[in-house]
Protein backbone atom coordinates (compact mmCIF):
# COMPACT_ATOMS: atom_id res chain seq x y z
CA UNK A 1 0.00 0.00 0.00
CA UNK A 2 1.75 3.04 -1.14
CA UNK A 3 1.17 6.15 0.97
CA UNK A 4 1.63 10.10 -0.37
CA UNK A 5 3.57 12.19 1.63
CA UNK A 6 2.87 16.01 1.73
CA UNK A 7 5.29 17.79 3.69
CA UNK A 8 5.14 22.25 3.20
CA UNK A 9 8.10 23.68 4.03
CA UNK A 10 8.87 26.14 6.27
CA UNK A 11 9.28 29.53 4.33
CA UNK A 12 11.04 32.59 6.15
CA UNK A 13 8.81 35.57 6.21
CA UNK A 14 11.72 37.90 4.62
CA UNK A 15 12.31 35.16 1.56
CA UNK A 16 11.34 36.39 -1.73
CA UNK A 17 8.83 33.08 -1.74
CA UNK A 18 6.74 34.55 0.93
CA UNK A 19 6.78 37.84 0.07
CA UNK A 20 5.67 37.09 -3.72
CA UNK A 21 3.07 35.03 -2.18
CA UNK A 22 1.44 37.38 0.41
CA UNK A 23 1.49 40.41 -2.13
CA UNK A 24 0.06 38.41 -5.05
CA UNK A 25 -3.06 38.22 -2.98
CA UNK A 26 -3.44 41.79 -2.31
CA UNK A 27 -2.77 42.88 -6.17
CA UNK A 28 1.01 43.77 -5.27
CA UNK A 29 3.62 41.88 -7.81
CA UNK A 30 6.89 41.57 -5.82
CA UNK A 31 10.18 41.76 -8.07
CA UNK A 32 12.79 41.77 -5.87
CA UNK A 33 14.18 42.79 -2.01
CA UNK A 34 13.51 46.35 -2.86
CA UNK A 35 11.38 46.97 -5.49
CA UNK A 36 7.51 46.61 -5.28
CA UNK A 37 5.05 47.38 -8.25
CA UNK A 38 1.57 47.98 -7.60
CA UNK A 39 -0.30 46.22 -10.61
CA UNK A 40 -4.03 48.11 -11.40
CA UNK A 41 -6.83 45.62 -11.55
CA UNK A 42 -10.25 46.30 -13.10
CA UNK A 43 -11.73 45.64 -9.85
CA UNK A 44 -10.34 48.52 -8.07
CA UNK A 45 -10.43 50.90 -10.87
CA UNK A 46 -13.58 51.51 -9.83
CA UNK A 47 -14.82 51.81 -6.15
CA UNK A 48 -18.68 50.82 -5.62
CA UNK A 49 -20.98 53.92 -3.81
CA UNK A 50 -20.24 52.66 -0.28
CA UNK A 51 -16.20 52.24 -0.77
CA UNK A 52 -16.40 55.67 -2.10
CA UNK A 53 -19.27 57.63 0.68
CA UNK A 54 -16.40 57.71 3.55
CA UNK A 55 -13.75 59.51 1.80
CA UNK A 56 -16.78 61.67 -0.37
CA UNK A 57 -18.10 62.90 3.48
CA UNK A 58 -14.23 63.53 4.84
CA UNK A 59 -13.58 65.67 1.80
CA UNK A 60 -17.14 67.61 1.98
CA UNK A 61 -16.57 68.45 5.64
CA UNK A 62 -12.86 69.28 4.84
CA UNK A 63 -14.09 71.79 1.86
CA UNK A 64 -16.29 73.41 4.15
CA UNK A 65 -13.51 75.17 5.48
CA UNK A 66 -13.15 76.72 1.97
CA UNK A 67 -16.07 78.28 1.96
CA UNK A 68 -14.35 80.78 4.91
CA UNK A 69 -12.19 82.44 1.89
CA UNK A 70 -15.15 83.14 -0.74
CA UNK A 71 -17.15 84.66 3.01
CA UNK A 72 -14.53 86.56 3.51
CA UNK A 73 -13.90 87.86 -0.07
CA UNK A 74 -17.63 88.99 -0.09
CA UNK A 75 -17.80 90.56 2.93
CA UNK A 76 -16.32 93.94 2.43
CA UNK A 77 -19.13 94.24 -0.52
CA UNK A 78 -21.76 93.31 2.67
CA UNK A 79 -20.41 95.77 4.57
CA UNK A 80 -20.17 98.92 1.26
CA UNK A 81 -23.68 97.95 1.18
CA UNK A 82 -24.61 99.34 4.69
CA UNK A 83 -22.07 101.47 5.14
CA UNK A 84 -20.20 104.29 2.80
CA UNK A 85 -16.61 105.31 2.95
CA UNK A 86 -15.70 108.52 2.89
CA UNK A 87 -12.03 107.77 2.67
CA UNK A 88 -11.21 106.06 -0.40
CA UNK A 89 -7.73 104.98 1.44
CA UNK A 90 -10.50 102.62 4.21
CA UNK A 91 -11.67 101.23 1.47
CA UNK A 92 -8.75 99.51 0.04
CA UNK A 93 -7.51 98.80 3.48
CA UNK A 94 -10.72 97.02 3.99
CA UNK A 95 -10.14 94.71 1.35
CA UNK A 96 -6.33 94.65 1.42
CA UNK A 97 -5.63 93.99 4.85
CA UNK A 98 -7.41 90.60 4.77
CA UNK A 99 -4.98 89.22 1.95
CA UNK A 100 -2.03 90.82 3.62
CA UNK A 101 -2.58 88.69 7.03
CA UNK A 102 -3.32 85.43 4.30
CA UNK A 103 -0.04 84.74 3.86
CA UNK A 104 0.92 84.58 7.28
CA UNK A 105 -1.77 81.70 7.83
CA UNK A 106 -0.64 79.97 5.18
CA UNK A 107 3.20 80.19 5.97
CA UNK A 108 2.16 79.27 9.62
CA UNK A 109 -0.22 75.92 9.01
CA UNK A 110 2.69 74.71 6.77
CA UNK A 111 5.27 74.53 9.55
CA UNK A 112 2.49 73.17 12.00
CA UNK A 113 0.56 70.81 9.47
CA UNK A 114 3.70 68.68 9.85
CA UNK A 115 4.31 68.48 13.58
CA UNK A 116 0.43 68.49 15.05
CA UNK A 117 -1.34 66.48 12.52
CA UNK A 118 -3.93 67.16 9.16
CA UNK A 119 -7.12 67.28 11.91
CA UNK A 120 -5.72 68.97 14.42
CA UNK A 121 -4.35 71.42 12.13
CA UNK A 122 -8.11 71.65 10.90
CA UNK A 123 -9.52 72.70 14.50
CA UNK A 124 -6.77 75.18 15.24
CA UNK A 125 -7.55 76.92 12.05
CA UNK A 126 -11.39 77.65 13.03
CA UNK A 127 -9.84 79.36 16.09
CA UNK A 128 -9.22 82.16 14.06
CA UNK A 129 -12.34 82.16 12.24
CA UNK A 130 -14.63 82.20 15.18
CA UNK A 131 -12.27 85.31 16.89
CA UNK A 132 -12.50 87.12 13.56
CA UNK A 133 -16.80 86.54 13.43
CA UNK A 134 -17.20 86.90 17.39
CA UNK A 135 -15.68 90.38 16.76
CA UNK A 136 -17.33 91.72 14.38
CA UNK A 137 -20.66 90.24 15.75
CA UNK A 138 -19.95 92.71 18.65
CA UNK A 139 -18.33 95.60 16.86
CA UNK A 140 -20.43 98.61 14.82
CA UNK A 141 -19.54 99.79 11.72
CA UNK A 142 -18.34 103.21 12.87
CA UNK A 143 -15.53 101.78 14.89
CA UNK A 144 -13.28 100.96 12.08
CA UNK A 145 -10.46 99.25 14.66
CA UNK A 146 -12.83 96.44 15.55
CA UNK A 147 -13.30 96.13 11.72
CA UNK A 148 -9.69 95.85 10.67
CA UNK A 149 -8.93 93.26 13.43
CA UNK A 150 -12.01 91.25 12.53
CA UNK A 151 -10.52 91.38 8.95
CA UNK A 152 -6.78 90.67 10.68
CA UNK A 153 -8.04 87.26 12.24
CA UNK A 154 -10.06 86.61 8.88
CA UNK A 155 -6.84 87.21 6.73
CA UNK A 156 -4.96 84.20 9.07
CA UNK A 157 -7.68 82.05 9.11
CA UNK A 158 -8.42 81.88 5.66
CA UNK A 159 -4.86 81.33 4.75
CA UNK A 160 -4.65 78.39 7.56
CA UNK A 161 -7.45 76.67 5.06
CA UNK A 162 -4.96 76.23 2.02
CA UNK A 163 -3.99 72.83 3.51
CA UNK A 164 -7.36 71.63 2.44
CA UNK A 165 -6.35 70.28 -0.66
CA UNK A 166 -3.33 68.46 0.85
CA UNK A 167 -5.33 66.33 3.10
CA UNK A 168 -7.62 65.65 0.48
CA UNK A 169 -5.05 64.57 -2.39
CA UNK A 170 -3.60 62.09 0.87
CA UNK A 171 -7.02 60.51 1.73
CA UNK A 172 -8.42 60.44 -2.11
CA UNK A 173 -8.33 57.25 -4.00
CA UNK A 174 -5.89 57.50 -7.02
CA UNK A 175 -8.90 57.12 -9.63
CA UNK A 176 -11.01 59.82 -7.66
CA UNK A 177 -8.53 62.07 -6.44
CA UNK A 178 -8.86 64.91 -9.57
CA UNK A 179 -12.91 65.03 -8.62
CA UNK A 180 -12.20 65.70 -5.15
CA UNK A 181 -9.93 68.11 -5.49
CA UNK A 182 -12.01 70.30 -7.82
CA UNK A 183 -14.32 70.59 -5.31
CA UNK A 184 -12.19 73.24 -4.12
CA UNK A 185 -13.58 75.43 -6.29
CA UNK A 186 -17.23 74.60 -6.01
CA UNK A 187 -16.93 75.45 -2.21
CA UNK A 188 -15.21 78.62 -2.88
CA UNK A 189 -18.27 79.30 -5.27
CA UNK A 190 -20.76 78.11 -2.41
CA UNK A 191 -19.06 80.41 0.22
CA UNK A 192 -19.64 83.57 -2.55
CA UNK A 193 -22.81 82.55 -3.16
CA UNK A 194 -23.86 82.01 0.60
CA UNK A 195 -22.45 85.42 1.58
CA UNK A 196 -24.04 87.14 -0.80
CA UNK A 197 -27.58 85.59 -0.28
CA UNK A 198 -27.80 86.31 3.64
CA UNK A 199 -25.68 89.67 3.39
CA UNK A 200 -28.87 90.65 0.59
CA UNK A 201 -31.66 89.20 3.15
CA UNK A 202 -30.02 90.05 6.81
CA UNK A 203 -28.79 93.11 8.66
CA UNK A 204 -25.23 93.45 8.52
CA UNK A 205 -25.03 92.82 12.75
CA UNK A 206 -27.62 89.32 11.97
CA UNK A 207 -25.05 88.49 9.04
CA UNK A 208 -21.86 88.30 11.43
CA UNK A 209 -24.10 85.76 13.73
CA UNK A 210 -24.93 83.78 11.17
CA UNK A 211 -21.09 83.43 9.65
CA UNK A 212 -20.34 82.43 13.19
CA UNK A 213 -22.81 79.96 14.25
CA UNK A 214 -21.99 78.34 10.81
CA UNK A 215 -18.19 78.41 11.51
CA UNK A 216 -18.94 76.55 14.66
CA UNK A 217 -21.30 73.91 13.16
CA UNK A 218 -18.19 73.12 10.78
CA UNK A 219 -16.30 72.88 13.72
CA UNK A 220 -18.24 70.18 15.11
CA UNK A 221 -18.47 68.26 11.93
CA UNK A 222 -14.67 68.45 11.68
CA UNK A 223 -14.38 66.56 15.21
CA UNK A 224 -16.89 64.16 14.28
CA UNK A 225 -16.41 63.28 10.31
CA UNK A 226 -13.24 63.73 9.92
CA UNK A 227 -10.19 60.90 9.94
CA UNK A 228 -6.52 61.51 10.59
CA UNK A 229 -4.53 61.15 7.29
CA UNK A 230 -3.01 57.59 6.90
CA UNK A 231 -0.21 59.23 5.11
CA UNK A 232 1.11 61.67 7.85
CA UNK A 233 0.73 59.33 10.38
CA UNK A 234 2.81 56.54 7.93
CA UNK A 235 5.67 59.29 7.63
CA UNK A 236 5.90 61.31 10.65
CA UNK A 237 4.75 58.78 13.36
CA UNK A 238 6.46 55.97 12.38
CA UNK A 239 5.83 54.32 15.97
CA UNK A 240 1.75 55.28 15.44
CA UNK A 241 1.36 52.56 12.34
CA UNK A 242 -1.75 50.80 14.38
CA UNK A 243 -3.08 54.65 13.87
CA UNK A 244 -2.42 54.87 10.39
CA UNK A 245 -4.16 51.26 9.71
CA UNK A 246 -7.08 52.25 12.01
CA UNK A 247 -7.30 55.58 9.84
CA UNK A 248 -7.25 53.49 6.46
CA UNK A 249 -10.03 51.89 7.91
CA UNK A 250 -12.07 54.53 8.17
CA UNK A 251 -11.62 55.93 4.47
CA UNK A 252 -11.93 52.00 3.48
CA UNK A 253 -14.39 49.84 5.71
CA UNK A 254 -15.88 47.58 3.53
CA UNK A 255 -13.43 46.70 0.87
CA UNK A 256 -10.76 44.58 2.20
CA UNK A 257 -8.77 43.96 -0.88
CA UNK A 258 -8.48 48.08 -1.78
CA UNK A 259 -7.75 48.34 1.54
CA UNK A 260 -4.82 45.86 1.53
CA UNK A 261 -3.70 47.69 -1.58
CA UNK A 262 -3.83 50.99 -0.22
CA UNK A 263 -1.74 49.94 3.03
CA UNK A 264 1.05 48.37 0.92
CA UNK A 265 1.76 50.95 -0.95
CA UNK A 266 1.92 53.67 1.38
CA UNK A 267 4.03 51.51 3.75
CA UNK A 268 6.27 51.42 -0.06
CA UNK A 269 6.30 55.09 -0.02
CA UNK A 270 6.85 55.14 3.81
CA UNK A 271 9.69 52.86 3.61
CA UNK A 272 11.18 54.47 0.16
CA UNK A 273 11.11 57.81 1.79
CA UNK A 274 12.83 57.23 4.84
CA UNK A 275 15.98 56.09 3.38
CA UNK A 276 18.64 58.32 3.98
CA UNK A 277 20.49 60.05 1.34
CA UNK A 278 24.29 58.74 0.46
CA UNK A 279 26.38 60.99 2.30
CA UNK A 280 29.72 61.39 4.23
CA UNK A 281 29.80 59.59 7.59
CA UNK A 282 32.18 61.49 9.58
CA UNK A 283 31.14 64.86 8.39
CA UNK A 284 27.93 65.43 9.72
CA UNK A 285 25.74 66.48 7.13
CA UNK A 286 23.05 64.13 8.01
CA UNK A 287 22.40 65.40 11.19
CA UNK A 288 22.15 69.27 9.84
CA UNK A 289 19.94 68.28 7.28
CA UNK A 290 17.55 66.65 9.67
CA UNK A 291 17.52 69.41 11.49
CA UNK A 292 16.67 72.12 9.01
CA UNK A 293 14.44 69.39 6.62
CA UNK A 294 11.06 71.48 7.35
CA UNK A 295 12.04 75.57 7.78
CA UNK A 296 15.49 75.57 5.29
CA UNK A 297 13.89 73.35 2.57
CA UNK A 298 14.48 76.10 0.00
CA UNK A 299 17.89 76.93 0.91
CA UNK A 300 19.03 73.24 0.45
CA UNK A 301 19.85 71.70 -3.33
CA UNK A 302 17.03 70.42 -4.26
CA UNK A 303 15.95 67.90 -7.14
CA UNK A 304 14.20 68.39 -10.05
CA UNK A 305 11.28 66.82 -9.29
CA UNK A 306 10.10 69.61 -6.59
CA UNK A 307 12.00 72.92 -8.22
CA UNK A 308 10.48 72.28 -11.48
CA UNK A 309 6.63 71.88 -10.00
CA UNK A 310 7.80 75.13 -7.90
CA UNK A 311 8.68 77.28 -11.26
CA UNK A 312 5.90 76.41 -12.67
CA UNK A 313 2.97 77.00 -9.88
CA UNK A 314 4.95 79.99 -9.36
CA UNK A 315 3.98 81.36 -12.95
CA UNK A 316 0.56 80.33 -12.80
CA UNK A 317 0.06 82.09 -9.54
CA UNK A 318 1.25 85.21 -11.21
CA UNK A 319 -0.69 85.07 -14.29
CA UNK A 320 -3.76 84.29 -12.03
CA UNK A 321 -3.32 87.50 -9.84
CA UNK A 322 -3.04 89.18 -12.78
CA UNK A 323 -5.77 88.61 -14.69
CA UNK A 324 -7.42 90.74 -12.49
CA UNK A 325 -10.58 87.46 -10.95
CA UNK A 326 -9.64 88.55 -7.63
CA UNK A 327 -10.68 92.27 -7.57
CA UNK A 328 -13.93 91.38 -9.37
CA UNK A 329 -14.89 89.65 -6.49
CA UNK A 330 -13.89 91.71 -3.51
CA UNK A 331 -14.74 95.40 -5.55
CA UNK A 332 -18.18 93.64 -6.90
CA UNK A 333 -20.63 96.27 -5.59
CA UNK A 334 -18.88 99.29 -6.81
CA UNK A 335 -17.57 97.48 -10.28
CA UNK A 336 -21.45 96.81 -10.73
CA UNK A 337 -22.36 100.12 -9.57
CA UNK A 338 -20.01 101.47 -12.10
CA UNK A 339 -20.89 99.29 -14.79
CA UNK A 340 -24.21 99.71 -14.51
CA UNK A 341 -24.08 103.41 -14.64
CA UNK A 342 -22.08 103.79 -17.55
CA UNK A 343 -24.73 100.91 -19.57
CA UNK A 344 -27.49 103.45 -18.20
CA UNK A 345 -28.81 100.18 -16.38
CA UNK A 346 -31.96 100.76 -14.31
CA UNK A 347 -34.67 99.08 -11.98
CA UNK A 348 -35.86 97.55 -8.99
CA UNK A 349 -33.04 95.34 -8.58
CA UNK A 350 -30.22 96.28 -5.57
CA UNK A 351 -26.51 95.84 -5.69
CA UNK A 352 -26.69 92.45 -3.31
CA UNK A 353 -29.81 91.03 -5.63
CA UNK A 354 -26.93 91.88 -9.15
CA UNK A 355 -24.14 89.81 -6.75
CA UNK A 356 -26.67 86.41 -5.96
CA UNK A 357 -27.64 86.27 -9.56
CA UNK A 358 -23.76 86.35 -10.38
CA UNK A 359 -22.55 84.09 -7.47
CA UNK A 360 -25.49 81.37 -8.64
CA UNK A 361 -24.48 81.82 -12.10
CA UNK A 362 -20.55 81.12 -10.93
CA UNK A 363 -21.58 77.97 -8.68
CA UNK A 364 -22.99 76.84 -12.17
CA UNK A 365 -19.65 77.45 -13.48
CA UNK A 366 -17.59 75.71 -10.86
CA UNK A 367 -19.84 72.35 -11.26
CA UNK A 368 -19.16 72.64 -14.80
CA UNK A 369 -15.94 73.01 -14.87
CA UNK A 370 -14.90 70.03 -12.05
CA UNK A 371 -17.62 68.18 -14.06
CA UNK A 372 -15.45 68.45 -17.22
CA UNK A 373 -12.51 68.06 -15.58
CA UNK A 374 -12.42 64.36 -15.45
CA UNK A 375 -13.09 63.78 -19.50
CA UNK A 376 -11.51 66.70 -20.72
CA UNK A 377 -8.88 67.74 -18.08
CA UNK A 378 -7.34 70.63 -16.44
CA UNK A 379 -4.90 72.09 -19.01
CA UNK A 380 -7.29 72.71 -21.93
CA UNK A 381 -10.51 73.97 -19.06
CA UNK A 382 -7.78 76.30 -17.99
CA UNK A 383 -6.60 77.39 -21.61
CA UNK A 384 -10.35 77.82 -22.13
CA UNK A 385 -11.30 79.93 -19.13
CA UNK A 386 -8.16 82.47 -19.84
CA UNK A 387 -9.17 82.98 -23.45
CA UNK A 388 -12.86 83.43 -21.84
CA UNK A 389 -11.78 86.27 -19.65
CA UNK A 390 -9.48 87.85 -22.26
CA UNK A 391 -12.50 87.99 -24.71
CA UNK A 392 -14.59 89.18 -21.95
CA UNK A 393 -12.47 91.92 -20.76
CA UNK A 394 -11.95 93.19 -24.11
CA UNK A 395 -15.55 93.13 -24.68
CA UNK A 396 -16.12 95.65 -21.21
CA UNK A 397 -13.35 97.31 -22.30
CA UNK A 398 -14.60 98.24 -25.58
CA UNK A 399 -18.67 98.81 -24.43
CA UNK A 400 -17.37 100.86 -21.32
CA UNK A 401 -18.20 104.77 -21.84
CA UNK A 402 -19.98 107.46 -22.36
CA UNK A 403 -22.04 106.27 -25.42
CA UNK A 404 -22.13 102.75 -24.15
CA UNK A 405 -24.89 99.80 -25.41
CA UNK A 406 -26.88 98.97 -23.07
CA UNK A 407 -26.50 95.55 -20.98
CA UNK A 408 -23.26 94.60 -23.13
CA UNK A 409 -20.59 96.04 -20.11
CA UNK A 410 -22.78 93.91 -17.81
CA UNK A 411 -22.56 91.20 -19.77
CA UNK A 412 -18.94 91.10 -20.13
CA UNK A 413 -18.22 91.23 -16.36
CA UNK A 414 -21.15 88.44 -15.58
CA UNK A 415 -18.76 86.26 -18.49
CA UNK A 416 -15.21 87.37 -16.95
CA UNK A 417 -16.27 86.45 -13.38
CA UNK A 418 -18.01 83.17 -14.44
CA UNK A 419 -15.26 82.23 -17.01
CA UNK A 420 -12.54 82.76 -14.05
CA UNK A 421 -14.50 80.60 -12.29
CA UNK A 422 -14.13 77.77 -14.51
CA UNK A 423 -10.10 77.53 -14.16
CA UNK A 424 -8.35 80.57 -13.72
CA UNK A 425 -9.69 81.14 -10.16
CA UNK A 426 -9.37 77.50 -8.65
CA UNK A 427 -7.51 75.42 -10.85
CA UNK A 428 -3.89 77.03 -9.56
CA UNK A 429 -4.96 75.62 -6.15
CA UNK A 430 -5.75 72.29 -6.66
CA UNK A 431 -2.34 71.88 -8.65
CA UNK A 432 -0.66 72.59 -5.23
CA UNK A 433 -1.85 69.24 -4.05
CA UNK A 434 -0.96 67.43 -7.51
CA UNK A 435 1.89 68.53 -8.55
CA UNK A 436 4.38 68.93 -5.03
CA UNK A 437 5.53 65.56 -4.13
CA UNK A 438 4.70 64.31 -0.49
CA UNK A 439 7.56 65.40 1.24
CA UNK A 440 7.53 69.06 0.44
CA UNK A 441 4.08 69.47 -0.12
CA UNK A 442 3.24 71.23 2.91
CA UNK A 443 6.66 73.09 3.05
CA UNK A 444 6.51 73.90 -0.57
CA UNK A 445 2.67 74.53 -0.65
CA UNK A 446 2.67 77.34 1.91
CA UNK A 447 4.82 78.96 0.32
CA UNK A 448 3.59 79.32 -2.82
CA UNK A 449 0.48 80.47 -1.30
CA UNK A 450 1.67 83.01 1.23
CA UNK A 451 3.28 84.11 -2.20
CA UNK A 452 0.16 84.41 -3.88
CA UNK A 453 -1.15 86.04 -1.50
CA UNK A 454 1.22 88.64 -1.41
CA UNK A 455 0.65 89.46 -5.30
CA UNK A 456 -3.31 89.23 -4.51
CA UNK A 457 -2.38 92.20 -2.00
CA UNK A 458 -0.37 93.98 -4.53
CA UNK A 459 -2.90 93.81 -6.84
CA UNK A 460 -5.80 94.52 -4.49
CA UNK A 461 -4.28 97.71 -2.93
CA UNK A 462 -3.26 99.26 -6.48
CA UNK A 463 -6.58 98.36 -8.39
CA UNK A 464 -8.98 101.17 -6.29
CA UNK A 465 -6.28 103.88 -7.72
CA UNK A 466 -6.24 102.15 -11.31
CA UNK A 467 -8.75 104.32 -13.24
CA UNK A 468 -6.41 106.94 -14.19
CA UNK A 469 -4.14 107.53 -11.20
CA UNK A 470 -4.47 108.65 -7.69
CA UNK A 471 -8.13 109.76 -6.30
CA UNK A 472 -9.20 110.92 -9.92
CA UNK A 473 -9.27 106.98 -10.62
CA UNK A 474 -10.87 105.85 -7.18
CA UNK A 475 -13.58 108.22 -7.42
CA UNK A 476 -14.71 106.87 -11.04
CA UNK A 477 -14.23 103.47 -9.22
CA UNK A 478 -17.00 104.26 -7.14
CA UNK A 479 -19.08 104.83 -10.02
CA UNK A 480 -20.66 108.18 -8.86
CA UNK A 481 -19.42 111.53 -9.66
CA UNK A 482 -17.69 112.48 -6.18
CA UNK A 483 -14.76 115.00 -5.55
CA UNK A 484 -11.50 114.53 -4.49
CA UNK A 485 -10.02 116.83 -2.11
CA UNK A 486 -6.27 116.65 -0.68
CA UNK A 487 -6.24 118.12 2.29
CA UNK A 488 -3.06 118.46 5.16
CA UNK A 489 -4.29 116.66 8.49
CA UNK A 490 -1.84 117.26 11.14
CA UNK A 491 0.97 117.50 8.67
CA UNK A 492 0.09 114.00 6.58
CA UNK A 493 -1.96 114.16 3.39
CA UNK A 494 -5.04 112.19 3.48
CA UNK A 495 -7.68 111.98 0.60
CA UNK A 496 -11.15 112.43 1.51
CA UNK A 497 -13.80 111.56 -0.93
CA UNK A 498 -17.27 114.01 -0.85
CA UNK A 499 -20.24 113.46 -2.57
CA UNK A 500 -21.10 116.33 -5.31
CA UNK A 501 -23.61 118.62 -3.97
CA UNK A 502 -27.46 118.29 -5.13
CA UNK A 503 -27.68 121.77 -7.02
CA UNK A 504 -24.85 122.25 -9.55
CA UNK A 505 -25.07 126.29 -8.48
CA UNK A 506 -24.31 125.64 -4.91
CA UNK A 507 -21.36 123.57 -6.13
CA UNK A 508 -20.14 126.86 -8.23
CA UNK A 509 -20.64 128.67 -5.66
CA UNK A 510 -18.80 127.01 -2.82
CA UNK A 511 -15.87 126.38 -5.31
CA UNK A 512 -16.16 130.28 -6.00
CA UNK A 513 -16.11 131.11 -2.05
CA UNK A 514 -13.13 128.62 -1.65
CA UNK A 515 -11.08 130.35 -4.52
CA UNK A 516 -11.60 133.61 -2.77
CA UNK A 517 -10.60 132.68 0.59
CA UNK A 518 -7.84 130.75 -0.85
CA UNK A 519 -6.57 134.49 -2.30
CA UNK A 520 -7.35 136.55 0.58
CA UNK A 521 -5.09 134.12 2.55
CA UNK A 522 -2.35 134.81 -0.28
CA UNK A 523 -2.88 138.57 0.11
CA UNK A 524 -2.26 138.28 4.11
CA UNK A 525 1.01 136.65 3.29
CA UNK A 526 2.43 139.03 0.98
CA UNK A 527 1.18 141.94 3.31
CA UNK A 528 4.35 143.70 5.05
Request: glycine content about 8%.
Amino acid sequence: MAYSTFTTPLISRNSSVWKNHQSLSNGIQYKSNDIISHVEQNVTSKLSKGDLFPQILASVVAFLLVTQPGINMVYSNIFLNHYEFTDVSELSWLTSILVLCTPIGAISIGVIMDRIGRKNAFLLTCVPLLISWSIASVARPENMGLIYACRFFAGIGGGMTSMVVVYVSEIAHSSYRQVLLSLNSVFFSVGVLFATTVGSLFQWQAVNVIFFTFTAVTTVLLVIFLPESPAWLAKFRTDRMYDARSSMRRIYPRNNQVFAEEMDLLYSKTTADAQPPPHCSGCGRSARRRKRKWCGWWRSPQPRTVTRPVRVLATVFLLQQLSGCYPVIFYAVPVMRSVACTANVVGPYSDMDAMVALGAVRLLASVAACALSTHVGRRPLLIASSLAMACSAALVALTCGPTAAPLLPLVGVAVFACSGSAGVLVFPWTLVGELLPVSVRAAAGAALVAYAYTLMFVVLKAFPYAGGGGGGGAARFRGRDVRVVRRRVAGHGRVRVRPPARDDGQAVRRDRSALCRRHRRRRRRRRP
